[in-house]
């Protein structure tokens, strides 16, 4: 299978690259004054800046299993104009976006202060309930549908993909790992059918939520804008959730129930006290912390099936961590 690392760094690869985006900026009246730099590339993704007469400007080519994220992220600035670092063209057909700079984003803030993932949580909720009504359209853009129902299943099929392998590859996992996954998928069925009975709808889970993919906004009263949705599910919204509390109890060096987390969560969940109380809310969201592991091996599965032999072995290991610890508890005792 081709190298995605190796390709981005070829000549023919730059070529078509920067031909495709003169042509974009021809048809946008755009004049770039200078050659375009390539700052990073990496198996999932790789980006290119150009200079232009209208500042600078993001190139971005995507892993092909996460290839639909220009056509999402074009949809999602359509739906929620103010929520989202919407690209000015893209090419579906390789997965090509290319995005104005807006400058810096919330981690340049630097600050320890719970108010900063406030913001965060409470203005993606805002985005959430935006785009909750469009799920088929997000559908047909390619956003990867994980209905909490099927969830199980999901990852009871992938786990013939595991043991199929040769026992040498990164991915295998034996016979007896296989059963002790098997044996965590009913907590995730008593997950859903918590989930069930409590009537918010399904939406967007970002499943990499953090203070690097959002921008300061131009005005204090304006929304943040997100970006980096290649990981993203349509799925139980609250998933969105997991990243963030796990940065927060890293960078706090802290627990799960740190009053900050808990306080950060219940902002969270004021968002949406139109579908249930707040109660009601609350006992949703370990359910849903345990299906958003899911969304994570399943977003890490979809890029390593595109792998180099080396990035494989790199990164093979924090898929098959989410595996293990599926259904473990996030935020509540075991």
């Known amino acids: 299978m081709d190298n995605p690392r190796e390709i981005w760094a070829s000549p023919e690869w730059r070529q078509q690259a920067d031909q495709w985006i003169d042509l974009v900026l021809e048809s946008f009246g755009v004049i770039r004054q200078g050659p375009t730099e390539q700052p990073r590339i990496r198996f999932w993704s790789t980006q290119l800046t150009v200079p232009t007469d209208h500042g600078r400007l993001w190139f971005k080519e995507n892993n092909l299993g996460q290839l639909p994220e220009a056509s999402i992220m074009s949809l999602l600035g359509e739906l929620a104009p103010d929520h989202i670092a919407a690209p000015l063209a893209i090419e579906p057909s390789r997965g090509w976006m290319l995005t104005a700079d807006h400058g810096a984003t919330l981690d340049t803030v630097g600050s320890d202060d719970p108010s900063v993932w406030t913001r965060i949580v409470g203005d993606f909720a805002d985005l959430q309930q935006a785009v909750a009504p469009h799920g088929d359209r997000l559908s047909a853009a390619g956003l990867v549908i994980m209905n909490p129902e099927v969830a199980a299943n999901f990852v009871e099929n992938q786990l013939l993909l595991h043991t199929g392998l040769p026992p040498d590859h990164p991915l295998f996992l034996s016979a007896t790992e296989a059963d002790h996954v098997l044996g965590r998928l009913p907590a995730i069925g008593a997950a859903v059918d918590v989930l069930r009975g409590i009537p918010v709808p399904l939406s967007l889970d970002h499943n990499d939520l953090h203070a690097k993919n959002c921008f300061l906004p131009g005005a204090a009263t304006a929304p943040l804008r997100f970006f980096d949705f290649a990981d993203s599910y349509w799925a139980h919204p609250f998933s969105a959730l997991l990243v963030p ?82 259904a473990d508890p996030v935020v509540t005792a075991g």
């Not at 009053?259 to 109380?277: F, G, H, K, M, Q």
């Not at 032999?309 to 293990?324: G, H, K």
């Open 245 to 326: 509390i796990a940065r927060m109890r890293e960078q706090w060096n802290t627990g799960p129930d740190d009053p900050r987390i808990r306080a950060v969560t219940d902002a969270y969940l004021e968002r949406w006290t139109s579908y249930a109380t707040l109660p009601e809310l609350r006992a949703a969201v370990e359910p849903a912390l345990r299906l958003a592991g899911v969304h994570r091996y399943g977003s890490w599965l979809r890029l390593l099936v595109y792998a180099d032999d080396e990035s494989m072995r790199t990164y093979a290991p924090l898929a098959l961590q989410y595996l293990r610890t599926l």
